[in-house]
């Protein structure tokens, strides 16, 4: 139950398909717009060497082990523009150095001047998805990770977090109600207040609060349960350190035991199914272990996206 309302409040996925219209716009226009700043018809060199109508067949490989991604972005593209792409590996699938990516077969111009976009593309995608592997990895199981809106694309980043084994968060800032510290400041730090304004909002039944210390989340907590309210919130630790979360999260659990002189006893059990609890805040693969055992449904990474490191991909023409 707690697990499906997890992927229920952070996990938009579904939406990231190429399939689905409005994602494939949004893939289309972010690669059109890349070849354009990158004066993809004006290829002086290739145009210079090679005939306009000359057909060739090439194949992008691996030249490191890990998990890829984009491989359904960069196909539907190709095909899109005339370009065959034989899919050779699956987005999501382990892939060795050596392992064949996707082959293509069309106009040499074409595929000459499309190349560094897409392995951009594929590099940056699947370099998201390997270091989310691996970090989920890291968890143990215990509970899940996310990415942020600290993205360059922000929904491709999404995506490949997805493909990665993690949850996507919002995609935009329409997804859920998410009150940070600077709306807290200028309704004057006021935690119930703002709770109580979510409440009303009819457009979402999300609602998330960022709490920086165990006094702003126990005080979230209690407001949460005094409302009555058929609405699933989310406490964000944020910035706080393993122990102090875990100690929160304790002290919350007594709350929802009815041991709060504002929450009924008998309300316990039901007030457990609408809270949920997150980690976000200069947490990485280091330290991602600590936070994985505070008793948090999961845990957010700006570092997922905001810093890594490309995977090696590379073209080759056969």
Known sequence: MRKDLVLEFWDKSKYLDIKNKEYKNYVNKTIDGKLKEDYYNEDITTNSLINKNKKIKAIIVAKQDGIVAGIDETSAFLRKNKINAIEKSKDGDKVKNNDPILELYGNARKI???????????????????????????????????????????????????????????????????????????????????????????????????????????????????????????????????????????????????????????????????????????????????YSETGVDVISLGSLTHSVKSFDLSLEIL
């Open 112 to 290: 000459l001047a499309y190349e560094r976009t897409l392995l951009n593309l594929l590099q940056r995608m699947s370099g998201i998805a390997t270091l989310a592997y691996n970090t989920n990895e890291l968890t143990k199981n215990s509970c899940f990770i996310s990415g942020t809106r600290k993205t360059l694309f922000s929904l491709t980043d999404k995506k490949a977090v997805s493909v990665g084994g993690g949850l996507t968060h919002r995609l935009n800032l329409s997804g859920f109600i998410l009150i940070k510290d600077n709306h807290l400041k200028l309704l004057n730090d006021g935690i119930d207040k703002a709770l109580k304004l979510a409440n009303k909002n009819k457009k979402t039944k999300y609602v998330e609060i960022e709490a920086k210390n165990e006094k702003e989340a126990l005080e979230a907590a209690e407001t949460i349960f005094s409302l009555n309210s058929n609405k699933l919130f989310a406490i964000m630790f944020d910035n706080m350190k393993p122990i102090q979360i875990k100690n929160s999260i304790k002290k919350i659990n007594h709350i929802i035991n009815g041991n709060s002189i504002n929450t009924k006893k008998n309300n316990g059990k039901k007030l457990n199914n609408k809270l949920l609890f997150e980690a976000s805040g200069g947490i990485n693969e280091k330290n991602i272990s600590g």
